[in-house]
């Protein structure tokens, strides 16, 4: 097992998760935490259910109608939020889904462990890998294995790198020939360029490892990169002590909007229509109620295709921004959902860098591919998280580890029932080959060759 996970494991995540900014670990979420008022952590969202319950055969009927299901307020969490308030989820049975706002991921991870029997969840948002760290038994408190398993995709793109405003104007952006130099000058000093994220080893932290790497920077040695409570971030980059967070809509709206930084990097810059954040469950909760799965299914998958109507994106803004979710100004969310990115230094205009839950300029954004599971678990080899074993072999032990969480099968299933139109449903559970920003691409039927490719990387192969 690697160091990483054998410094983590077990409760190390929460140890740490009341510490300072400095801390290692996370407390909260991306941005801010929810004003005195808003909906805690432990609180849930019961939210305004618009539709009776329509048309459910016999033969369809949800084994239960009561499920608990974690979020974070970010807009990957959209599709859970607007299936239970517009009745999608009702709609197909689901009448009794409670959505609980977690503090953290590290809340997120725990609560799962535990289940809703014991005062936790059953599922919800996730950042890619957990389930798999999950199931694996490596983030779990006495590295207990709990198997879980991914349903869907819940977005592509919706996410950015924000930048401390001492770097305006530096040339901090998608590509850093410019700061470069600046930034490594640094690493020897008592205050070198120190970047964040809010949870190691998944999305936000490979995002900023990825933007570094690529323009020849070593994040495990030029820079100091941490995993900081979110709500203490904002405050640190405003004081000057954080140079950059890689975080989620609708935080850098926010950054930008409130001067305090601007941003260097949309992810959807990086690499368009990346794989951004899952839904997933437990294993033995699906197990036990496959029907009432698919019904979760079917009323994501509604309100996926609601949130892609970008007429609705106004009405969702609304939704998502009250004190029972986001708690914040939905002006705040409105520009950046219709594609309209203020940077700071600059503006973007274009719909295609949107986040998208439905469709996007490659097709399906719902349906979980495989090989998307597989350019997380290869990047987790590349930076250490993961040993190489499970990339050897043509990938063999990654491989199983995705058959065994990836359950692909029951969105083609679920979508079958609810009348999709084959088109939508793909045939393959691959994408194919990926291509990033700096030219380098990743097939996924050759991923150590990817690996190979990259000149900057903690593993050695």
């Known amino acids: 097992m690697s160091d990483l996970f054998n410094q983590i494991s077990r409760r190390k995540f929460i140890i740490t998760a009341g510490a300072s900014a400095s801390a290692i670990f996370l407390k909260g979420c991306l941005g801010n935490p929810p004003e005195p008022g808003g909906s805690t952590s432990s609180g849930s969202n019961s939210g305004t259910t618009a539709a009776p319950v329509v048309n459910i055969s016999p033969e369809q009927k949800p084994e239960t109608t009561k499920v608990k299901l974690g979020y974070i307020p970010i807009v990957e969490s959209a599709p859970l939020i607007i299936a239970k308030v517009k009745g999608f989820f009702a709609e197909y049975g689901m009448t009794d889904v409670e959505l609980a706002k977690q503090a953290s991921w590290g809340a997120a991870r725990d609560n799962v462990e535990i289940g809703s029997a014991g005062g936790g969840i059953d599922g919800g948002q996730w950042q890619m890998p957990m389930p798999h760290l999950i199931t694996e038994g490596l983030i779990t408190k006495g590295n207990q294995k709990i198997p879980m398993y991914v349903l869907c995709q819940l977005i592509t793109n919706g996410n950015g790198i924000a930048i401390a405003n001492k770097w305006a104007g530096k040339g901090v952006g998608l590509t850093l020939d410019q700061a470069k130099s600046a930034i490594t000058a640094l690493k020897s000093s008592s205050t070198p360029f120190t970047a964040a994220q809010t949870f190691p080893a998944v999305n936000q932290d490979f995002w900023i490892r990825y933007w570094l790497a690529a323009n020849g920077i070593n994040p495990d040695v030029d820079v100091k990169l941490l995993t900081v409570p979110a709500a ?102 409105i520009e950046p959902f219709q594609g309209n990115y203020d940077m700071g230094e600059r503006k973007v205009n ?38 190489k074993d499970y990339i050897e072999n043509g990938a063999a032990k990654a491989k199983a580890l995705i058959d065994q969480v990836n359950k692909e099968n029951i969105w083609k299933e679920a979508a079958q029932e609810m009348g999709i139109a084959a088109a939508d449903i793909p045939t393959a559970t691959s994408r194919g080959v990926e291509e990033f920003f700096d030219g380098v691409k990743f097939d996924p039927e050759k991923p150590e060759e990817y690996l190979k490719s990259l000149k900057i990387k903690k593993v050695a192969i």
């Not at 860098?353 to 987790?380: C, M, N, Q, R």
Request: hydrophobic content about 40%; overall charge neutral.
């Open 232 to 333: 203490q971030t904002v405050a640190n980059m405003k004081t000057g002590t954080m140079d950059a967070f890689s975080t989620g809509d609708p935080w850098p709206y926010r950054i930008v909007k409130d001067k305090i930084g601007f941003l260097a990097v949309l992810t959807a810059e990086m690499w368009k229509d990346h794989p951004e954040e899952y839904f997933a469950m437990r294993g033995d909760w699906v197990d036990k109620h496959p029907k009432a799965t698919k019904a979760l299914l079917k009323g994501i998958i509604k309100a996926q295709q609601w949130l892609d109507n970008f007429d609705n994106r106004k009405e969702a803004s609304e939704i998502l921004a009250g004190r029972n979710y986001f708690n914040l100004p939905a002006d705040i969310l």
């Open 350 to 387: 274009d719909k295609s860098l949107a986040a998208y839950y439905w469709k996007d300029t490659k097709g399906s954004v719902s349906y979980p591919y495989k090989s998307h599971d597989l350019w997380f678990i290869t990047e987790s080899v590349r930076w250490g998280f993961l040993p």
